[in-house]
């Protein structure tokens, strides 16, 4: 087994994780990082900030700072009460900095969410959109005849029941089922992706779709207009077609996973971190030089030891956290879990009831440093740090804010870490 020795270990692949392994490695600090597929995978791209709150009564914010002011006066556990505007505006404006230079631009409103479209129709207020569907944002604000295509054999996607919902307020909108130009039967997003990388599908899409473009100023596609490049894609459908062409992410798991995975497979080691990657963290020991890691099973193993660590692991979904008939709990160091006192409060009786699940909520406690706590209400360890949807005090689905969020705390984590925290 191979013996590695780093400043900082981070727990975890998820937008947390790959943020916080992009901040440390960026303040110069040695970093490896371990994880396997977690949200990030199936994400629909968007980044959110701050969406709905109160969560109850289903209040949407078009301003996405008032509603984090708003947010942290109501709930002042919530972990964006421990965060000042201008370090969360740098944490976000670093990610996709970093995203635009690996290829995958992002965009938005200067002062207020964006509003854009998903694909079933429904309207999501969101921070900053990949650029690919940037334009679909401006053609739902301005209403203008735009053309949905979707196409025979793929899933996940319906120009038809997005025109249903949105017909009402939107007149000019429409849509036509083409044939994809390569290959038949059922589409799968990523092979789609790859197709188009390839000019003459690309030409040969644009002759499916002429016939149907009549007075449509804007296009739109399903999002597997390229897996790598999909700019160039792009723009060289607006030059075939004399529209302007946009993206709607597909139900999950969507190309823009893959595409933000990519970005970061490609740009974190070339800043040196170390990437770890399909493999999750068997042992974890603290000792006077700091932590001692195995990363992987068998013959595949790596012995990791780090002055410090940054716990990015999820909750359920990325396995930082596990729950049994009695309790939920944390799957690498054991730490305590912010949760309701039994089981049969865990959940309310109706899936869909306004007020949510309490397990939904469910984490771990930190200080001002985004140090997790102990049994006795102190930090666990001066150099243990943690970051993302494993914080307690937050329902991100519901509140509209994991990706805003994920990436902000890894950025506070971080700071605490260089500030030389103990």
């Known amino acids: 087994m191979s013996v590695e020795n780093h400043d900082v270990m ?11 392994a992009l901040f440390a490695a960026k303040a110069g600090l040695s970093v490896a990082q371990s994880g396997v597929t977690g949200g990030i995978d199936f994400s629909t791209g968007f980044i959110d ?10 209040i949407r914010w078009d301003d996405p700072w008032a509603a984090v002011e708003a947010v942290s006066k109501d709930c002042p ?7 000042a ?15 635009a230079s690996q290829g995958l631009e992002y965009t938005g409103h200067a002062d207020r969410n964006c509003r854009a479209l998903t694909p079933v129709g429904t309207v999501k207020r969101t921070w900053r959109v990949p650029r690919t569907a940037w334009k679909g944002v401006l053609a739902l604000e301005s209403g203008a005849p735009t053309l949905i295509v979707d196409f025979l054999g793929l899933k996940g996607f319906s120009g038809r029941q997005l025109v249903e919902m949105r017909q009402d307020a939107w007149p000019g909108l429409r849509t036509a089922r083409v044939t994809f130009p390569r290959g038949s039967g059922e589409l799968y997003p990523e092979h789609m992706a790859w197709a188009l990388a390839d000019p003459k599908y690309r030409e040969k899409l644009a002759e499916a779709v002429a016939p149907h473009l009549e007075d449509a100023e804007y296009l739109g596609f399903p999002a597997v207009l390229g897996l790598i490049d999909p700019g160039r894609v792009i723009a060289h459908l607006e030059e075939l077609t004399g529209r302007q062409v946009f993206e709607i992410p597909t139900i999950p798991p969507s190309i823009a996973g893959p595409r ?10 070339g800043l040196g971190v170390r990437t770890l990657s399909q493999a999750t963290v068997t042992e974890a020991e603290i000792d006077a030089d700091g932590f001692r ?6 013959g595949g193993r790596t012995e990791v030891r780090a002055k410090a660590a940054i716990l990015a692991t999820g909750r359920f979904f990325g396995k930082g956290l596990s729950a049994d008939r009695h309790a939920i709990r944390e799957a690498v160091f054991d730490l305590p879990v912010v949760q309701p ?19 939904n909520a469910a984490g771990i406690e930190v200080d001002d440093l985004f140090r997790p706590l102990g049994r006795d209400g102190n930090p666990a360890h001066e150099r243990l740090f943690a970051a993302g949807a494993i914080l307690a005090h937050q329902d991100w689905m519901r509140m509209k804010c994991g990706a805003g969020l994920a990436i902000t705390s890894a950025w506070r984590a971080v700071q605490g870490l260089v500030q030389g925290a103990g």
């Open 10 to 20: 981070v727990i975890g692949a998820g937008f947390a994780g790959m943020a916080a």
């Open 49 to 58: 900030l701050m969406g709905v709150h109160p969560v109850p009564e289903g």
């Open 77 to 83: 556990k919530h972990p964006y009460a421990r965060m």
């Open 85 to 99: 505007r201008p370090d969360m505006e740098t944490a976000i404006d670093g990610f996709t900095e970093f995203l």
């Open 260 to 269: 933000l995975r990519g970005a970061f497979d490609r740009g974190l080691p």
């Open 293 to 298: 890691f195995v990363v992987g099973r068998g």
């Open 341 to 359: 006192e039994t089981r049969e409060l865990w959940h309310n009786k109706e899936f869909f009831h306004t007020d949510g699940h309490a397990a």
